[in-house]
C-alpha cells in the first residue's frame, strides 16, 4: 500500500501555453486591462476598454490614462495617483471618467508597478471595472433614505403647523363674523343718534358721539376691516393648502403599491414646488377629472413629477435669463389611454440639442453648472417608472420651442 502524499504537486504547464493562456485570459476579461509607460503613456488596452469607453486599443495606445478622467476628478485625482505612484506602492479607488461620447461613467481601479528583476519599475498596469450603474443604484438608494428623512420630517412639520393654523382660522372667521354683528349694531346705533340730532336743543353727549365718530373715521374701518379680514383669511387657506400638499408629498415610504389619485398627487407637487417655478413661469393644469386610481408608489411618483417640474423650470429659467425676463409656462395634463394613465408635463425651456437627447436619462449626466443638478433627476425618474412601476418615460422636444416628457403608468397592474 502507498503511503498518502502530505503534499500534492501542482501540474506543470508549458511556459508558452502558460503566457498564452495569461494573454488570452486578459484579452477575454470583462475588466479593462491597461500597460503604460512609467509616465502612464498607455502601451496595451484590451477590448473591455473599447467596450466600456468607445475608444479603440488602436485610439487609446499613447494617450495618458489621465486623459480619461473626468474634469471635476482630474486636478485632485492626477495628484494624488502620482503621488502614490511615485512612491512604488499600490493605487486603490474609485474614478470619474468620460467615454468617447462625452458620457461620465464611474469606475474603481487598481494601478501597480510592474518591477523587472532588478526591482526597477519599468511600466505600471492598470484593472479598472465600470460600477456606474452600482454607484447609481446606491446614489438612489441614498437618495430614497434622505427623502424619507425628509417626508417624516415634512410631514411631522406639517401636523405641528396645522393645529395653530386652524386656530388661527377659526378665529378669524369668529372676527369677521362678530364684525358683522357689531356693524350691524353700530349702524342702528347711527340712526339712532341721527333721528337725536334732527331734534331742537344743544346735547353734549350726542356732540361728543358725532366728534368720537368721525375720529374713528368708521365708513373708512367698515369698509377696510373686512377686506382686511378676508384677506387674512385667504392667506391662511394658502398656509393650510401648502401644509397639506406637505402632508400628501411626504406620503410615509411602502414597499406595497396603493390606489393613488394621480390628480391629487400632481396638485400636491405642484404646491411643494411652487417656489422652483413661480419666478419663472406660469403652471397650468389640466387634470381628467375621470382618470381613475392609479395602482403605484405614492412617493416614488411624486418624486418623479417634482424632479421633472423642476427640470423644467430650470430649463425656462435659462431662457428667461436670456431673454426679455417674460414669463414661460409649464402645462401639466392628465389623460386615460386606453390601459394608461399618462401626464404630460410641457415646457417653454429651450429644448433638449439633438446630441444630447440619448443621454439624458444617463446616470450623473448633466449640463447645469457644478452645484445646481447631480445628473440624478432623470436617471431616478426613469427607474421609478420603468423598473418599479412597469410603466414608460420619454420625451418629445422641440429645439428652441420646448419639451413635453411623457410617463405612462399602467391602470390595472399591481
Known amino acids: 500500500m502507498s503511503k498518502p502524499t502530505t503534499k500534492e504537486k501542482r501540474p506543470k504547464i508549458d511556459s508558452g501555453i502558460e503566457q498564452q493562456l495569461l494573454a488570452m485570459a486578459v484579452e477575454q476579461a470583462a475588466e479593462i486591462f491597461v500597460i503604460t509607460d512609467p509616465a502612464l503613456s498607455i502601451l496595451y488596452a484590451n477590448p473591455a476598454l473599447e467596450a466600456v469607453t ?15 478622467l473626468a474634469a471635476n ?7 494624488e495617483i502620482r503621488k502614490v505612484l511615485d512612491a512604488g506602492e499600490v493605487w486603490n479607488g474609485r474614478l470619474s471618467n468620460r467615454k468617447k461620447d462625452g458620457a461620465q461613467y464611474e469606475e474603481v481601479a487598481t494601478i501597480f508597478p510592474v518591477r523587472n528583476e532588478k526591482g526597477q519599475i519599468t511600466h505600471y498596469a492598470a484593472v479598472k471595472r465600470d460600477v456606474t450603474r452600482l454607484v447609481a443604484l446606491e446614489a438612489q438608494l441614498l437618495q430614497a433614505q434622505k427623502l424619507e428623512s425628509i417626508g417624516q420630517l415634512a410631514a411631522g412639520i406639517a401636523h405641528e403647523i396645522n393645529t395653530p393654523i386652524q386656530y388661527v382660522g377659526d378665529n378669524t372667521r369668529f372676527l369677521q363674523d362678530a364684525f358683522e354683528d357689531l356693524l350691524g349694531l353700530v349702524n342702528e346705533y347711527r340712526r339712532f343718534v341721527a333721528a337725536m340730532n334732527g331734534k331742537p336743543g344743544e346735547n353734549p353727549l350726542l356732540t361728543a358721539v358725532n366728534e368720537a365718530e368721525e375720529l374713528a373715521d368708521l365708513e373708512y374701518l367698515a369698509s377696510e376691516i373686512p377686506l382686511a379680514v378676508r384677506q387674512s383669511l385667504e392667506g391662511i387657506e394658502r398656509v393650510a393648502k401648502i401644509v397639506r400638499a406637505m402632508k400628501e408629498f411626504s406620503h410615509p415610504g411602502t414597499e406595497e403599491k396603493t390606489s393613488v389619485d394621480l390628480n391629487k398627487a400632481i396638485e400636491s407637487t405642484v404646491t411643494v414646488s411652487r417656489n422652483e417655478w413661480k419666478y419663472v413661469a406660469d403652471l397650468e393644469l389640466d387634470l381628467d377629472a375621470e382618470l381613475p386610481l392609479v395602482p403605484c408608489l405614492p412617493g416614488e411618483f411624486n418624486q418623479v413629477i417634482l424632479n421633472i417640474l423642476i427640470n423644467a423650470a430650470h430649463a425656462i429659467g435659462d431662457v428667461v435669463s436670456r431673454g426679455s425676463g417674460k414669463k414661460g409656462r409649464i402645462v401639466v395634463r392628465t389623460r386615460r389611454e386606453g390601459a394608461w394613465a399618462e401626464i404630460r408635463i410641457s415646457d417653454t425651456g429651450p429644448g433638449i440639442p439633438e446630441a444630447i437627447q440619448g443621454k439624458i436619462f444617463d446616470p450623473f449626466f448633466t449640463t447645469k453648472e457644478v452645484g445646481r443638478g447631480t445628473g440624478q433627476g432623470l436617471a431616478i425618474a426613469r427607474s421609478a417608472i420603468v423598473d418599479k412601476h412597469g410603466g414608460t418615460i420619454y420625451f418629445e422636444t ?8 411623457i410617463v405612462r403608468l399602467p391602470i390595472g397592474a399591481k
Open 398 to 405: 422641440q429645439p428652441g420651442t420646448g419639451t413635453t416628457f
Open 73 to 79: 476628478s482630474k486636478k485632485n485625482r492626477a495628484a
Open 54 to 68: 468607445g475608444y479603440t486599443a488602436a485610439e487609446a495606445i499613447g494617450k495618458n490614462l489621465i486623459t480619461f
